[in-house]
């Protein structure tokens, strides 16, 4: 018993160890975002100093006059948080109306599109990042919104996913009762089967909106007008430029990127890890 | 047909409208575009079309050849890290005789990294490993480890290994929980009759929840490998200019892709790239696939 | 090829039906119409620096029309900028472009024919410095561009220090001094017995390499041409380094900004607190530079010691840089980008203003021909630096501009910093920098294809 308790002491302080690994990054981030830029250059204490407000001051000083961000940071977040929130709107009720599709009908090619859907989850998206980008150059919607949110009605994983989650928890008969009441085809789905849907549309928005706030590459070839930056582009764009002389605005400005994400996660943590682990184990 | 099966086509025409103009549609675009010289200039149809010139080239391109080089090199050591990691890290957690708890704690705290925005981790760690007032310089000078500033991202070995090292920091967590779900699945008599016949801890390992959760490894192994081999935004926000970093050392596949195309405006050539990369992407899949069932059989 | 024609088709039936819509650069330009100046309406200006901001606030007060500007960093002007231009979705009514840009853009759709009517640039043809005039010219002769600026070169230096070390600031004296690299090689030495540095970093020289023997990077029949001038240079940078000539400041590092000031350690590298590095501090004597480095990096940088700078030229005359303006040809306000670049180019008052202000070298000759006999600048401890510049930009041949210039000169300075940090051999750098310029730029010839 001894020796057990023994092996475990070590194990938690192995595991401890590595948690402070793993939180040591983030703290080194806050920390130094409260201190100015001498104290960082003389070395990382753990520490707070006293700079924070004057960090914000100066990262909103420079992002405003020598940038040519307008309103800094927080125009970040309201663009980040526009793309998000239209981009998991559209791909969860898009998705949920596509796998209806597929479970609840029968139809010619059914077969081959779905196969399709398949086989589009496996490719890249590199591939068609060239050509997407000189589509939108001739449809004129480049430095817009539009490449960004529009193709989220077409998200294949979440539809895949959606069709699972019906083929095991809806009962056909449901929608023979509702027929005989004769609702018709699309108030049955949204009346009776989206509300179903509804925990697997959570599930999916989560990391639809945590995925569309992280993407980078997609608007970094699209959008050219610094004022229209999503937060992850404007931050690749703050290295070139004035804010980055001051190391204390500079974590200041990563740590704000990050906040939003982390809050989330603090109250969702449970709820996320649990659709990782369902998920894997179903596929 | 039964009249009311039409309606399928209508619930999921969205889906498939935008699927083909924004989906497809710049996938048969981009195939067009590497069969031409396209500059990205007015429109690839005013190109000159140049037959499988740009492939050609791609298979004598020492740069891709390269990129490819420097892209496995990277996911490799992170892959074996990683994997190592969250096995150890499972088996520890799943271990019924040691009933430790705190899983879901632990758990958050290794799996939050992963949510991070990558181009924010990436400038995060581009100042902690600055080699003149980075912070992990600062530490490690102070805790005594080194006696004198390390450059990481100033010589093409420690750069690499720096990026691997993020990217394992950044994705041991989200293996871990697939992997230790994994093991929560197998059924519980599978372990009790090891116990029962007296099997050691590394015998049970080896004999019963490795064979038995491979086919989750194989998962793991080959998500991370599409993603490893699309690794883009750390290299490119941590070399100057994007440029892909001391003696192009950190130049990945889609680094070089996105150069190609959008700094020397070869699109053409690019586009050919792309493809070169989907089809390495493609090979490797079925080779890990069909390594890891051959094993088996 | 049938693949090729059915692919064809359908594709870009998609993409024809898409661009009949809206508007993209016009590709031929007949505005015989008179243009009208709107002033409701907002005018939208693009660049890469901040220097339009105050030329801008003057346009608003006397022309009372609203503007905006934005500015996309130097880094991604051109990548982020060219696709606008060609699809014409958001894109401005006037945008300048710097002189490397300018040579990509100027035969493209992109700006309005200001030879045409009703611009007729071409009468101005002798109000402006020859070369900055051409330069703005597409392979038709018609002009696209105007710039208010031209940017020679010169050798700008500490006083003090020249005299410590020769007893004489004369910039006459400190110019022979410096009349060839053999004899700059030999100041560096006596700079260095006394205690400084002729140059912060070694690739400075590389503007003198260019001026040398001034042939462009890539000749008519398309071919990469290293003249020798720039070979030999490879060795005078090496030559810099090894003897210790420099003080190890990288070009744009806060090091270097700091040299500007007084005294840096040396190899304080990239380092951003300067006064943190320990070692031995040396003071830089002189910075290759043009006009705008005098006004707009040297003196604000140096501002305790204005005053006793001088200025004067190097083993070969150069230029560098310079920012061109035009107007969008698919613009919707070319009345009022017009006025914007009238005044930017061609307004005797307002270029006497900005010149009062910023002491820029102007390109338009009936200020300059004014202010050229009394010009004189305090910080340069009165030397007339606009004689100075003027004559310098006669000098300049514009024809060794071409639109590679901005990606073979970084491919080039990377290989010779892998020379002169011994990791490659002279020859395997040469290899290498050919190696690289045919793979980013296919369509050039190099020596290796032969």
């Known amino acids: 018993m001894n020796k057990r308790n023994f092996i475990r002491g070590i194990l938690y302080a192995a595991l401890t160890l590595l948690a402070l690994i793993c939180l040591i990054p983030f703290a080194m981030m806050i920390i130094n975002s409260t201190r100015s830029n001498t104290e960082i250059v003389r070395g990382f204490t753990l520490i707070p100093g006293k700079s924070l407000i004057e960090n914000y001051k100066n990262m909103m000083y420079h992002m405003d006059v020598s940038d040519g961000v307008f309103k800094g940071i927080w125009l970040g977040y309201k663009n980040s948080f526009i793309i998000a929130i239209s981009v ?3 791909s969860g009720y898009f998705s949920a109306l596509t796998a209806y599709g597929f479970y609840a009908y029968d139809f010619k090619g059914k077969k081959v599109l779905f196969i399709l859907i398949l086989i589009m989850m496996m490719i890249p998206s590199q591939l068609g990042l060239l050509g997407f980008y000189e589509l939108n150059k001739a449809l004129k919607t480049l430095d817009s919104y539009i490449p960004l949110i529009v193709p989220s009605i077409a998200t294949p994983f979440t539809v895949f996913f959606m069709r699972q989650y019906l083929v095991s928890t809806m009962h056909p008969a449901l929608l023979e009762a509702a027929r005989i009441d004769g609702a018709n085809e699309f108030s049955i789905f949204h009346k009776i089967v989206l509300p179903i849907m509804l925990p697997a549309i959570a599930t999916m928005s989560i990391f639809t909106f945590i995925g569309a706030w992280n993407n980078y590459l997609i608007p970094l070839t699209i959008i050219v007008s610094p004022h229209k930056y999503p937060l992850p582009v404007l931050m690749g764009y703050l290295k070139g430029g004035k804010v980055s002389e001051n190391l204390g605005s500079m974590y200041l400005a990563i740590s704000m990127s990050v906040a939003p994400i982390i809050i989330a996660f603090m109250f969702l943590s449970k709820y996320i890890i649990s659709s990782i682990s369902a998920g894997s184990v179903k596929e | 047909m039964n009249s009311r099966n039409k309606y399928g086509y209508l619930f999921i025409a969205p889906f498939f409208i935008v699927f083909s103009i924004f989906g497809i549609y710049p996938i048969l675009l981009s195939l067009y575009m590497s069969f031409t010289d396209y ?28 990129a490819f080089i420097n892209t496995w090199k990277i996911w490799g050591v992170n892959i074996i890290l990683q994997l190592a990691l969250a096995l150890i890290l499972a088996v520890i957690f799943s271990d019924v005789r040691l009933k430790l708890k705190g899983v879901s704690l632990y758990r958050a705290i290794f799996y939050l990294p992963n949510l991070m925005t990558v181009s924010s981790v990436a400038l995060l ?34 750069a690499q290994l720096s990026v691997s090292l993020i990217q394992t920091w950044l994705w041991f967590g989200h293996t871990f929980i697939i992997i230790f779900a994994g093991i929560e699945g197998i059924s519980k008599d599978y372990f009790e009759a090891a116990m029962i016949d007296g099997a050691s801890r590394t015998q049970t390992f080896f004999k019963v929840t490795l064979p038995l959760l491979k086919p989750i490894m194989i998962y793991v192994v080959i998500t991370s490998l599409i993603g490893g081999l699309q690794l883009f935004e750390i290299p490119f926000l941590m070399s100057q200019n994007g440029l892909g970093g001391p003696e192009g050392s950190l130049v990945t596949m889609v680094l070089y892709l996105y150069n190609q195309a959008f700094k020397y405006r070869n699109f053409g050539y690019a586009a050919a790239v792309a493809y070169g990369l989907f089809f390495i992407i493609l090979i490797f899949s079925i080779f890990v696939f069909k390594g890891m069932f051959k094993e088996e059989a | 090829m049938k693949i090729k024609k059915y692919l064809g088709i359908l594709l870009s039936t998609v993409l024809v039906t898409t661009s009949l819509v809206g508007c993209g650069p016009k590709k031929t330009s007949e505005n015989k119409e008179k243009l009208e100046v709107d002033k409701t309406k907002v005018l ?23 503007t905006e500007l934005t500015i996309v960093p130097t880094e991604n002007y051109a990548s982020k900028l060219q696709p606008v231009l060609d699809s014409g979705v958001g894109a401005p009514d006037v945008f300048t472009a710097e002189i490397a840009w300018v040579k990509q853009w100027i035969d493209l759709p992109y700006w309005e024919n200001l030879s045409g009517e009703p611009y007729n640039a071409d009468k101005w043809a002798d109000d402006y410095v020859p070369y900055v005039y051409n330069i703005g010219k597409d ?44 004899n700059f090689m030999k100041a560096a030495e006596e700079l260095k017995q006394a205690g400084y540095k002729i140059l912060p970093d070694e690739g400075a020289i590389r503007w003198f390499a260019k001026g040398s023997d001034p042939k462009p990077w890539v000749n008519e029949k398309n071919e990469l041409q290293l003249t020798q001038a720039q070979i030999d240079f490879m060795d ?42 320990k070692g031995n501090k040396t003071e830089v004597f002189g910075y290759v530079m043009p006009t705008w480095g005098l006004h707009y990096v040297i003196k604000p940088n140096a501002k305790e010691t204005a005053g006793d700078w001088g200025l004067t030229s190097g083993p070969s005359p150069y230029f560098w840089g310079g920012t061109w303006i035009g107007i969008y040809s698919g613009s919707k306000n070319k009345g009022a980008a017009w006025e914007f670049v009238k005044m930017m180019t061609h307004d005797e008052e307002f ?13 338009y000759k009936p200020v300059t021909e004014k202010v050229k006999d009394t010009a004189k600048d305090e910080f340069l401890k009165g030397q007339n630096h606009y004689q100075f510049f003027l004559k310098e930009a006669e000098k300049i041949n514009p024809n060794i501009v071409t639109k590679y210039d901005q990606g073979i000169d970084t491919i080039w300075g990377n290989v010779v910093k892998e020379y ?5 051999t002279k020859d395997a750098a040469i290899n290498e920098f050919y190696k690289q310029v045919k793979n980013a730029y296919p369509e050039i010839k190099t020596p290796l294809d032969k």
């Open chain 3, 236 to 277: 005078y940078q090496k030559k810099l380094r090894d003897n210790e000539y420099t003080a190890l400041a990288p070009e744009w590092s806060p090091a270097w900004f700091a040299s500007m000031q007084g005294q840096i350690p040396i190899n304080a590298g990239w380092e951003k607190d300067v006064n943190k590095v």
């Open chain 3, 351 to 363: 270029l006497n203003w900005w010149y009062k202000k910023t002491g820029d070298l102007l390109s």
């Open chain 2, 39 to 66: 500059k990205g200039i007015g429109s690839p149809f005013n190109a000159n079309w140049v037959g499988l010139q740009q492939y050609a080239r791609l298979l004598k391109d020492t740069y891709f050849l390269q």
């Open chain 1, 88 to 90: 998991t709107i559209l």
């Open chain 2, 125 to 158: 760690f581009l100042f902690i490993l600055d080699w003149q007032h980075g912070a992990l310089n600062g530490l490690l000078l102070k805790a005594g480890f080194i006696s004198k500033p390390v450059n990481w991202l100033g010589q093409p070995q420690t």
């Open chain 3, 420 to 424: 002169i940090e011994g990791k490659k």
């Open chain 3, 139 to 182: 392979m038709n002769g018609n002009v696209k561009a105007l710039s208010w600026q031209a940017t020679p070169g010169g050798f700008i230096y500490k006083r003090w220090i020249a005299r410590k070390v020769w007893g004489n600031d004369d910039p006459a004296f400190v110019a022979q001094k410096l009349s060839s690299m053999e």
């Open chain 3, 44 to 66: 939208r200006v693009w660049s890469f620096t901040d220097e339009l901001k105050e030329p801008l606030k003057y346009f608003e007060e006397k022309y009372g029309i609203k």
